[in-house]
């Protein structure tokens, strides 16, 4: 999986969707700097990630930015999205692919060296690490320093997706240390000094 490097940001959703997302969603992902965006959504039915889904893989289309959706590959597979991401808890790799084919699968690896050998061994698209900071989006029971990032570089090519807290104020050291994408979500949606499309443009 080849990643632009203009395009290092990958999205993800907010926990609701407000009314004004939709339009938020499309000046953000006009940016250009958006190569991945996740619809997570725990807690909307199937029937509702449907139809939010719908909306979002069209404007996510329109921009050129890859639409997966997280923990549900029959979901991902009902919306033609580009693949799904899922959690160590979820579906495993094969299974998944028994569904949604060739498309991306990336995975959770948390801070383990261990996991993200499996991930590599069953064919990952992409191996997520973190948490790196503290955030509000999740809980965080794992933790992850820039060490991690570096071992598992230099044993796989494949794309890695820092997550966890990222901000305009640490992005850059994460950048700087083998990180090909960073998962961003409260830093757009729950920042209380910038609008989503003003947070984005701080990332250069």
């Known amino acids: 999986m080849k990643i632009n490097k203009k395009k290092f940001i990958y999205l993800i959703s907010p926990n609701k969707i ?30 509702e990630k449907n139809l939010i889904g719908k909306k979002i893989r069209r404007i996510c289309k329109k921009n ?10 029959i979901l991902s597979k009902k919306l033609n999205a580009d693949g799904c991401h899922l959690g160590q808890k979820d579906m495993d790799i094969k299974n998944a692919r028994k ?22 061994k069953e064919k990952a ?9 503290s955030t509000k989006t999740k809980k965080v ?15 796989t090519k494949v794309p890695l997706v820092a997550i966890g807290g990222i901000n305009f104020d640490n992005y850059k050291k994460l950048l700087l240390n083998n990180a090909n994408l960073l998962a961003i979500s409260g830093y757009v949606w729950n920042n209380k000094k910038y609008k989503p499309i003003e947070s984005i443009k701080k990332l250069k």
């Not at 050129?64 to 590959?73: A, E, I, Y």
């Not at 569904?99 to 590599?120: D, M, P, Q, R």
């Not at 029971?141 to 044993?155: D, E, G, Q, W, Y």
């Open 64 to 73: 050129n930015v890859k639409f997966l959706v997280n923990d549900d590959p």
């Open 99 to 120: 569904i949604i084919g060739n498309k991306i699968i990336g995975i959770t690896c948390h801070n383990s060296i261990g996991l993200a050998k499996t991930a590599i």
């Open 141 to 155: 029971k794992f933790k992850a320093t820039t060490k991690i990032l570096n071992k598992v570089k230099k044993l």
């Open 18 to 47: 407000y009314t004004q997302f939709y339009k938020d969603l499309k000046e953000i992902l006009e940016t250009g700097k958006i190569g991945f965006f996740q619809m997570r959504l725990k807690k909307y039915s199937f029937e």
């Open 125 to 133: 698209s992409y191996i997520a690490i973190g948490a790196f900071f």
